[in-house]
């Protein structure tokens, strides 16, 4: 196995990413993309010719949460697989119904009019039946752990909650009285935000991104049943994190913020449709 890439400016953090001028790792926090490519700070600031020689960087001892793989992503699948578990021992069907989990967290526009907002949250933890739950997570455990690692554990999970938020914006948009459950929105803002990166020729899927995208697309307005505008709502808002995680790359605090701020429009338009 090749020894995992790391950021010449940040040796704690593995990339996947590297200079188009020197060929050197680097994070989100030093890339800057040109008309050519993604450039490091050093040919960035001299138009792509050879800087002087760098500085030596005291080498730091990789973190604990640097190194602890997609942390994030399993602790997702755990409490998604939990739930559901859970479900079952309350007495509730093998389709995830009958049980009380269900009946106070399923998304329903009416309740959520009458004050139930936190079915925008827990709804993305539900699942109708096993076979249901095991494409979501096997989903999740494919694609997850990518993105964990390009945008690091803590920007990685307010952006696949967000996903939720917007994909349960989607949903009620899309049809307030259908009884809707799944982590698909948010497993679509994943997608959504690999598609992003995508088009700013970063490359975590390997190019495949807009490809699992328009197949999936394409599932989700064939086969009935699907929760159409949780899917797509969920792609808009990851994309719409992506863009900002990236955009204010380096102002990380403004870009949590930010995409902070599309949970709470996602919320807004979810409120503003029931």
């Known amino acids: 196995m090749d020894e995992p890439l790391h950021c010449y400016r940040h040796p704690d953090r593995e990339t996947r990413v590297t200079c188009t001028e020197c060929g050197r790792g680097i994070c989100p926090d030093c890339m800057t993309f040109g008309p050519v490519g993604i450039r490091c700070p050093d040919h960035a600031s001299t138009g792509g010719r050879a800087p002087a020689a760098p500085r030596r960087q005291p080498r730091r001892a990789p973190s604990a949460l640097s190194t602890s793989g997609p942390v994030v992503t399993q602790a997702l699948i755990t409490v998604n697989v939990g739930i559901f ?98 982590a698909s929105g948010a497993i679509w803002g994943v997608m959504g935000a690999a598609l992003l990166l995508e088009w700013r020729k970063i490359y975590v899927f390997g190019g495949s991104a807009l490809t699992l995208v328009v197949f999936n697309l394409a599932i989700t307005f064939l086969i009935p049943g699907i929760s159409k505008g949780g899917h797509v709502g969920g792609l808009i808002g990851g994309g719409l994190s992506a863009l900002v995680f990236l955009t204010l790359r380096r102002t990380p605090a403004l870009a949590t913020l930010a995409v902070a701020g599309i949970g709470v429009a996602a919320v807004g338009v979810a409120l503003a449709s029931v």
């Open 85 to 182: 578990l859970a479900q079952l021992l309350l007495g509730g069907e093998l389709n995830g119904t009958g049980n009380p989990i269900y009946e106070n967290g399923v998304l329903f526009g009416p309740l959520v009019a009458e004050g139930e907002w936190w079915r925008l949250v827990t709804s993305a933890f539900l699942h109708y039946g096993p076979l249901h739950l095991g494409m979501n997570m096997l989903v999740l455990w494919i694609i997850g752990p990518p993105l964990e690692q390009f945008f690091g554990h803590g920007r990685f999970a307010l952006l696949y909650f967000v996903s939720g938020l917007a994909g349960a914006a989607g949903a009620l948009a899309w049809s307030p009285n259908a009884l809707t459950v799944g």
